[in-house]
């Protein structure tokens, strides 16, 4: 894939990003923007789960943007803890869909735990996105009324020793939902997903063809 370092204005702040693109790239490119996890555990964009879902979803044609929220890396401002970092993931998807040759109707979003509290707690926010990637969210963020009553095609990821958010509360939460909602569980994978990169961005890569 080919990738390039871009920057991109959220609210009054400058964000830093990498934008890819396929090898072999057509028209109209659909494409997914990763949200990393939280910057205390040493999340940014470059984690590996988020690079790993950026190059499985590039081989299936995807454009992707991964980007630092503010705080982080080169991102100006300070990271709130999920007070403001919305903002950002809304900005990022409104660069996907400005870009040039971007299909603005094939939109997805990925989040990664503190990642995706972060969608999960804007959610209203991300209207941009026509599908919605959770990777080990949080029980409290998942209990969203939004999240529950959404009609877009979603897929929630979470490990079977997983703490943090245990897999077998996820699922009882995801009885609620009303609308397409798919449910993977990572065997013998903890929050950190260390060793099932490759596992789980196989799983997202397939979602995002078969949903956008």
């Known amino acids: 894939m080919r990738q390039s370092a871009i920057d991109f204005r959220s609210k009054r702040l400058t964000l830093e990003g990498i934008f890819s693109t396929p090898t072999e790239a057509g028209p109209y490119l659909p494409a997914v923007a990763v ?25 299936e ?13 080169e991102s100006e401002g300070e990271f709130s803890n999920g007070k403001d970092e919305h903002n950002d993931v809304k900005s990022a998807l409104n660069v996907l869909a400005r870009w040039p040759g971007i299909d603005r109707k094939r939109i997805g979003v990925v989040g990664y735990s503190a990642g995706a509290s972060i969608l999960l707690d804007g959610i209203k926010h991300v209207k941009r996105a026509s599908a919605i990637v959770l990777i ?3 029980l409290a963020s998942l ?44 065997r013998g994978a903890d929050h950190s997903m260390r060793g099932q990169e490759s596992e789980i ?12």
């Open 136 to 138: 080990a969210p949080t």
């Open 143 to 186: 209990r969203n009324r939004r999240f529950i009553k959404d009609k877009r095609p979603r897929l929630v990821i979470a490990g079977s020793e997983d703490r943090v958010a245990p897999s077998l509360q996820i699922q009882h939460i995801l009885d609620e939902c009303r609308g397409p909602v798919r449910f993977r569980e990572i």
């Open 61 to 73: 044609g995807f454009a992707t943007l991964r980007f630092n929220f503010r705080g982080v890396g």
């Open 35 to 59: 949200c990393h996890p939280h910057p205390i555990l040493g999340g940014d964009m470059n984690s590996p789960i988020v690079t790993s879902v950026c190059r499985a979803a590039s081989d």
């Open 201 to 212: 961005a196989r799983a997202v890569a397939e979602f995002l063809v078969q949903s956008l």
